[in-house]
């Protein structure tokens, strides 16, 4: 069998998972009307039902449903009477396949008349020739059936789900609006805690030093004529903690927005950022990699490269802190008026952003300019994180 025809059987054998489980889905609704009718439980229902049409579609939609409750209502409705439909269709065309495959050899042990064993094709059979060749073709033609209709009928059916839990414009511009008002409202609490961590550095670190600096240099200049060996002890102190100062005030500027980034650009950042990773980093810039290029299309805003930047440094982070990886492979690239950022590593995967592995950071970042972060962490790996940031056309 080739890779099409086999691709072809696993779609089937899928479809019949699917539109089974939605038949029975449906019985238990039916069971359920009560339960359902309250519009958490119905909510809660309908996103089970709508994760089962992501995975058959193999779509990347959120599993969350956010729709109204008549929405809701409407859904299950149409939900129960396809999937009675096209259920009781897989049953008659499997079911018939399976029934004749197995009681067509035993239509001798059977009654003679039972739809069963005593008849193929409502033909009543008197030999094993006709049971045979009767038999076969029926079974044959069943499974056809079943070869055929199971997956587009199962698309039809996941599709029609995903279609009515889907949000409306006004629903998505209204779900937009509260997205980005939660994520400006972090930005900014973000924003104030990062003001006073740098006030804190500053305070405690490059401001001691300076002081120190001032108070020996004073020494010196009191003492220059009467002890000149001391003098010369203190300039060397001196100089020492200005070194220190000029270090750490750096450390600070870097956190804030990469000095690189405005010698470099994006490009030539994200390659020294690739030797410096503890990890063997592949980069795959595209049209990145030539700067004459990116400015054709016009050159991404300062904060949307000092988020591409942080997000992919935090990525490498993480792979080499938390995910035991030993390569990973950095895509950025022009996708229209959009930055694509994709950041893939082979380690163990399991990445959770609730146990603080920074990808909240990450996803509070993107999120407050309005651009999407996507973690694809499955037990055993790979991990891949992929952004897309808003930056103009």
Same mark, same amino acid.
Request: charged fraction near 20%; charge should be negative.
């Given at each position: 069998m080739n890779d099409q025809g086999a691709g072809r059987l696993s779609e089937t054998w899928r479809g019949l998972g699917y539109l089974l489980g939605s038949l029975c889905t449906a019985a238990l609704a039916v069971? &359920? =009307?009560?339960?359902?009718?309250?519009?958490?439980? +119905?909510? $809660?229902?309908?996103?089970?039902?709508?994760?089962?049409?992501?995975?058959?579609?193999?779509?990347?939609?959120?599993? $969350?449903?956010?729709? !109204?409750?008549?929405?809701?209502? !409407?859904?299950?409705?149409?939900?129960i009477v396809t999937s009675? $439909?096209?259920?009781?269709?897989?049953?008659?065309? +499997?079911?018939?396949?399976?029934? #004749?495959?197995?009681?067509?050899?035993?239509?001798? @042990?059977l009654p003679a008349g039972t739809p069963a064993g005593g008849f193929a094709a409502g033909v009543p059979l008197t030999g094993w020739g006709m049971a045979l060749t009767l038999g076969t073709a029926q079974a044959v033609a069943f499974a056809?059936?079943?070869?055929?209709?199971?997956?587009?009928?199962?698309?039809?059916?996941?599709?029609?789900?995903? &279609?009515? =839990?889907?949000p409306s414009t006004a629903e998505r511009l209204a779900q937009r609006v509260e997205t980005l008002t939660e994520t400006r409202a972090e930005a900014m609490n973000a924003h104030g805690a990062e003001l006073r961590r740098i006030e804190r550095d500053l305070h405690d670190g490059t401001q001691a030093r300076l002081v120190a600096l001032v108070m020996r240099l004073g020494v010196a200049r009191e003492l220059l004529d009467d002890?000149?060996?001391?003098?010369?002890?203190?300039? +060397?102190?001196?100089?020492?903690?200005?070194?220190? *100062?000029?270090?750490?005030? %750096? @450390?600070?500027?870097?956190?804030?927005h990469p000095p690189i980034l405005a010698d470099r650009g994006l490009a030539g950042a994200l390659t020294?950022?690739? @030797?410096?990773? @503890?990890?063997?980093?592949?980069?795959?810039?595209?049209?990145?990699?030539?700067?004459?290029?990116?400015? +054709?299309? !016009?050159?991404?805003? $300062?904060?949307?490269?000092?988020?591409?930047? /942080?997000?992919i440094?935090?990525?490498? #982070?993480?792979?080499?802190? /938390?995910? %035991? *990886?030993?390569?990973? #492979?950095? %895509?950025?690239?022009?996708?229209?008026?959009?930055?694509?950022?994709?950041?893939?590593?082979?380690?163990?995967?399991?990445?959770?952003?609730?146990?603080?592995? !920074?990808?909240?950071?990450?996803?509070?970042?993107?999120?407050?300019?309005?651009g999407t972060v996507r973690l694809h962490s499955p037990a055993g790996g790979p991990t891949t994180i992929t952004v897309s940031l808003p930056c103009g056309s």
């Open positions: 069971l &359920a =009307l009560p339960v359902l009718a309250v519009p958490a439980a +119905a909510r $809660a229902w309908a996103s089970w039902h709508r994760r089962r049409a992501d995975r058959l579609l193999r779509s990347a939609r959120s599993g $969350a449903v956010r729709v !109204g409750p008549w929405r809701v209502l !409407g859904w299950l409705c149409t939900c009675v $439909a096209f259920g009781l269709v897989v049953v008659l065309c +499997a079911g018939n396949a399976v029934t #004749t495959a197995v009681t067509v050899p035993l239509w001798w @042990a056809a059936l079943t070869y055929w209709l199971v997956p587009p009928l199962a698309r039809l059916h996941a599709r029609t789900c995903l &279609a009515m =839990l889907s002890d000149p060996q001391l003098v010369a002890g203190l300039l +060397a102190e001196a100089h020492e903690n200005a070194e220190e *100062a000029m270090t750490e005030l %750096r @450390a600070v500027i870097r956190t804030i020294a950022l690739a @030797a410096r990773s @503890a990890i063997d980093t592949t980069l795959d810039l595209e049209d990145l990699e030539d700067l004459e290029d990116l400015d +054709a299309h !016009g050159t991404a805003p $300062a904060a949307v490269e000092a988020v591409a930047y /942080h997000t440094a935090e990525a490498l #982070t993480n792979a080499a802190k /938390h995910s %035991r *990886a030993t390569r990973s #492979t950095v %895509r950025v690239a022009r996708d229209g008026d959009r930055l694509a950022i994709e950041v893939t590593d082979d380690g163990i995967g399991g990445a959770d952003e609730t146990l603080g592995t !920074g990808i909240a950071g990450i996803r509070h970042r993107v999120l407050a300019l309005d």
